[in-house]
């Protein structure tokens, strides 16, 4: 399930400090099977019932670059959107989300560069409320002048 504001591209000319923009999609264990298939990162706290019961997590959780995959789809597709070179990302996984949570991923413009077409976003997932990852983000956003 994925409810995801309009797509597109917001173009650094237009883009202002405190801007936002989010998506809500629910993790489900599919997402879980298919990160471990593409990542090759088969850590059994994922898939494995059994041995994750016997962690702090006391059940399977989901990878943490699962969940902050949905600050950069955020990105790429809305602020700034298609044609956002990413350039760095910090992160910190606050508490776990768990197969069938729903997450809600939100960016926040918090410093422009318009010269060098710099934008800085306070990022955060989180899940029934609380924040379960937090960090900032930096890219490069597309311009009019080079449509
Ligand atoms: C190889 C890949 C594996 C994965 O992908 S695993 C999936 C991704 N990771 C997660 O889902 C982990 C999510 N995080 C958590 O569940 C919790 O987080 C912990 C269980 C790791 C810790 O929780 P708790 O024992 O309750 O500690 P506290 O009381 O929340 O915090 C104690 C101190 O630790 C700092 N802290 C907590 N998490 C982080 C973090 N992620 N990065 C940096 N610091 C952190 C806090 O601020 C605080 O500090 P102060 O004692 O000074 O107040």
């Known amino acids: ?9 917001i173009c650094i000319e237009d883009i202002e400090m405190g801007m936002t923009r989010h998506l809500r999609k629910v993790v489900t264990d599919q997402d879980i099977e298919m990160f471990a298939e593409v990542s090759t990162d088969r850590n059994p706290v994922h898939l494995d019932d059994a041995y994750a019961q016997d962690t702090i997590f006391e059940g399977r959780i989901a990878h943490g670059m699962l969940t902050a995959g949905l600050i950069s789809a955020v990105i790429g597709e809305q602020l700034p959107g298609h044609g956002t070179v990413y350039l760095g990302q910090s992160l910190k996984f606050l508490a776990p989300v768990r197969p069938g949570d729903m997450v809600y991923a939100e960016v926040k413009v918090t410093d422009i560069d318009p010269a060098k077409r710099r934008v800085t976003l306070e990022t955060h997932c989180s899940v029934d409320g609380k924040k379960v990852v937090i960090g900032e983000a930096k890219v490069l956003a597309p311009s009019r002048k080079f449509d």
């Open 1 to 9: 399930m994925l409810d995801n504001m309009p797509r597109g591209t």
